[in-house]
């Protein structure tokens, strides 16, 4: 199993950054993918970005390319997301995901608010 807890939520400015945190802890070692994906009330839960743990490969929601950017940590326990320029679409539950082959793990979400 692994365990994920989100960190860094809250409400900004249009405009504004904020990052996000995610620590991973448990069976970590053969985690292959890392990222972050996003709830709007009434809407489905969203890729905004994700990470390979091995090369760093990244990918990236068009609507967010050039604004956020993911990374982890060496040990490969942590994933940020730095979110710049924020803007109301933005605003959703961020929730981090980790997986392996046939498995995937889910945070339990932080909420983020952006005001117009």
């Known amino acids: 199993q692994v365990q994920l807890v989100e960190s860094g939520g809250g409400l900004v400015q249009a405009g504004g950054s904020l990052r996000l945190s995610c620590a991973a802890s448990?069976?970590?070692?053969?985690?292959?993918?890392m990222g972050w994906y996003r709830q709007a009330p009434g809407k489905q839960r969203e890729l905004v970005a994700t990470i390979t743990t091995s090369v760093g490969s990244t990918n990236y929601a068009d609507s967010v390319k050039g604004r956020f950017t993911i990374s982890t940590n060496n040990a490969k326990n942590m994933v940020y997301l730095q979110m710049n320029s924020l803007k109301p679409e933005d605003t959703a539950v961020y929730y981090c995901n980790a997986g392996r082959s046939r498995a995937a793990y889910w945070g339990q979400g932080t909420q983020v608010t952006v005001s117009s």
């Open positions: 448990g069976r970590i070692f053969d985690i292959n993918v």
